[in-house]
């Protein structure tokens, strides 16, 4: 057993990154407006606000798990679950260093030899208040796949805090190291992210030749579903908020994706669903709309095909529709969202289960050998 499960590889690696260097203009603070068609003095107040709400409270309230008195709370059972993983599956924990001087902390599960799924490693990425330690990992583990695992920017042993660009350089640092120390071929990477690590799971996906994404409970905008949390007084600061400082928009990553990929919505899904109980504003439907956008454009190019997709999106098991049009419209469409998405019976937070897995990965591996 490793003394404290400290790392097995030397302290620090540092890979090289993909990420080019940030400019000074990149750094400004106030380089970017969200509300530009408000008066030059409500735009400028704006701003300094938003900075101000950004770098005080609002970058913790979109990831809870940077706030350090959550991981106090939480580090008896994180220190257990990374026992576990070295324990009772090899683990093996290593810091990497990123090209903007942070240092990310991984660990490495490695069923090469040991399973016929061990040569596939899917590359994990936590939600807004989740760890390596006690995340998504152990269901591809237990699926029989390699795992990588990492905490963000500012999570238990990874250092700075979970800015867009901070997030770049922490998964380009994973994936370097994936391929070039722990050899796996890109072809061979699966991209699994949850929530929002959705958000880093589309970045390298669409910056790595990867083999496949794999999307479960995660959203299309961070900024509708802020905006439902907040009160609609607040609408201007929380636009420039999130996209002066937090834009995570998964779904204009996941149109750049051309590779093999599958999104999980969860029906009972209480955290990106803007109406709780209403499946119709799960924000998961907007992601699967993108991806039909960007690769079957001519489908839906008439408000018929786009009212036929909404209704079979916000009520899979309704009946035919009654109107004959719409109805061939949703027997052409059901097989295609079927093909990009389906529905686990499940709130936000419960863990995919193992069998649901092995058929994405099943159904991914198909498609990208086809």
């Not at 596939?120 to 796949?145: D, H, Q, R, W």
């Not at 719409?326 to 419960?350: A, F």
Request: charged share 20%; net charge negative; aromatic share 8%.
């Amino acid at each position: 057993m490793l003394s404290n499960f400290s790392f097995t590889r030397d302290p620090i690696l540092q890979m090289e990154s993909i990420v080019g260097g940030s400019s000074w203009l990149d750094k400004h603070p106030f380089k970017k407006c969200a509300n530009l068609h408000l008066p030059l003095y409500q735009r400028a107040t704006i701003q300094v606000l938003a900075f101000v709400a950004t770098h005080t409270f609002g970058l913790r309230l979109i990831y809870p798990g940077s706030l350090g008195v959550l991981q106090v709370l939480l580090w008896g059972a994180l220190l257990q679950g990374r026992a576990q993983l070295v324990e009772n599956h090899n683990g093996q924990r290593s810091k990497l260093k990123t090209a903007d001087g942070n240092t990310i902390d991984t660990m490495f599960v490695d069923q090469r030899g040991q399973n016929p799924n061990g040569k596939k490693l899917v590359v994990c990425c936590e939600g807004n208040s989740g760890f390596y330690e006690i995340g998504i990992m152990t269901t591809p583990i237990k699926a029989g796949f390699s795992a990588l695992g990492w905490n963000h920017p500012g999570f238990a042993g990874s250092s700075g805090l979970p800015y867009p660009s901070q997030e770049h350089n922490a998964i380009d640092v994973v994936m370097q190291f994936a391929i070039n120390e722990l050899g796996f071929l890109p072809d061979d990477i699966v991209m699994f992210g949850w929530s929002i690590g959705g958000y880093t799971a589309s970045w390298a996906a669409v910056n790595y030749p990867v083999g496949a994404l794999v999307l479960d409970a995660t959203f299309d905008d961070l900024l509708p579903l802020a905006e439902n949390q907040m009160p609609a007084s607040w609408s201007l600061l929380v636009r420039e908020v999130v996209r002066s400082y937090v834009d995570l928009n998964v779904a204009e990553l996941v149109a750049k994706y051309e590779g093999p990929v599958h999104l999980v919505r969860r029906t009972e899904d209480e955290i990106i669903c803007l109406r709780q109980g209403h499946l119709s504003s799960n924000r998961g439907n907007n992601l699967v709309v993108r991806i039909l956008e960007s690769r079957h454009p001519a489908l839906l190019s008439s408000p018929p095909a786009r009212a036929a997709l909404a209704r079979l999106l916000a009520a899979p098991d309704s009946p035919p529709h009654p109107n004959l049009e719409l109805r061939q419209l949703e027997k052409v469409l059901e097989p295609l969202v079927s093909k990009y998405m389906r529905d686990l019976r499940s709130t936000h937070c419960s863990p995919l289960p193992e069998a649901d897995f092995n058929e994405i990965m099943d159904g991914l591996q198909a498609r990208q050998h086809s």
